[in-house]
């Protein structure tokens, strides 16, 4: 079964501080790699997702991710937190090629908290 | 375009009890997935639901169940309930859940409390 790490449980900076969450799967195989974002009393919502092709994705609110295969590694970076970053970050991924969306195994997330 | 709607949005039974809870998907949205999020677990996939059939389920035990109507509304029951299913339960849904194409969008759970 595939697994998904995150180093970190919570995080805590300063604005304009640059952000880098770790994210780690187990899969051999090829992959599909979210991260989903979670505002406080607010939905899920997906920052990127990759697929194919480039391995530098880019994200809604500047936030970008670099999957490098040879280290099983999807880590979510931002070059300068705001104070509304502050939310529960979630690495997801599932099987790859002809795999659907639905089936995702999720990270237990990282708290990241922007001090303005 | 509303978004994915989730009733009863908090519940309290017993254990031995059994809990339907529902989700209606996005207008137009064909698949459905259930997720349960425990403190102790994180998130972990139940099922996928695509026109009406299963396509995919996790590693639950018999007791959790669901289904898909053909207008895509999706059910799941947990029956002789557990202290141990106490969890957020969320519901996320897809045009037609392929990764390459779509986004999948989570509904606000339904917050189980077994006493």
């Known amino acids: 079964a595939q697994s998904v790490s995150q180093h970190n449980h919570h995080v805590i900076l300063s604005e304009a501080a640059s952000l880098e969450l770790g994210c780690n799967y187990s899969?051999?195989?090829?992959?599909?790699l979210f991260w989903y974002v979670q505002y406080p009393g607010q939905h899920l919502q997906l920052l990127l997702k990759?697929?194919?092709?480039?391995?530098l994705v880019k994200g809604i609110k500047g936030f970008e991710a670099e999957f490098i295969k040879s280290k099983f590694s999807f880590n979510l970076r931002k070059p300068s937190v705001q104070w509304s970053d502050t939310a529960e970050y979630f690495c997801?991924?599932?099987?790859?090629?002809?795999?659907?969306?639905?089936?995702?195994?999720f990270g237990r997330g990282t708290q990241l908290t922007v001090w303005p | 375009k509303a978004g994915v709607t989730q009733t009863p949005r908090y519940l309290i039974k017993t254990r031995g009890q059994q809990v339907t809870l529902s989700c209606s998907p996005i207008?137009?949205?064909?698949?459905v997935s259930w997720y349960q999020q425990t403190p102790g677990q994180g998130l972990q996939f139940l099922f996928e639901?695509?026109?009406?059939?299963?396509?995919n389920k996790g590693n639950f035990p018999g007791r959790f169940s669901g289904r898909q109507f053909s207008n895509s509304r999706s059910e799941m029951n947990v029956s002789t309930l557990e202290l141990g299913d106490s969890a957020l339960y969320l519901c996320?849904?897809?045009?037609?859940?392929?990764?390459?194409?779509?986004?999948?969008?989570f509904g606000p759970g339904t917050r189980l409390l077994v006493l």
């Open positions: 990759y697929f194919s092709g480039d391995p």
């Open positions: 997801a991924v599932n099987a790859g090629r002809g795999s659907t969306l639905g089936r995702l195994y």
């Open positions: 899969y051999g195989g090829t992959v599909n």
């Open positions: 996320a849904s897809s045009s037609h859940g392929t990764v390459v194409q779509e986004t999948q969008y």
């Open positions: 207008s137009g949205h064909r698949s």
């Open positions: 639901y695509f026109s009406e059939t299963q396509r």
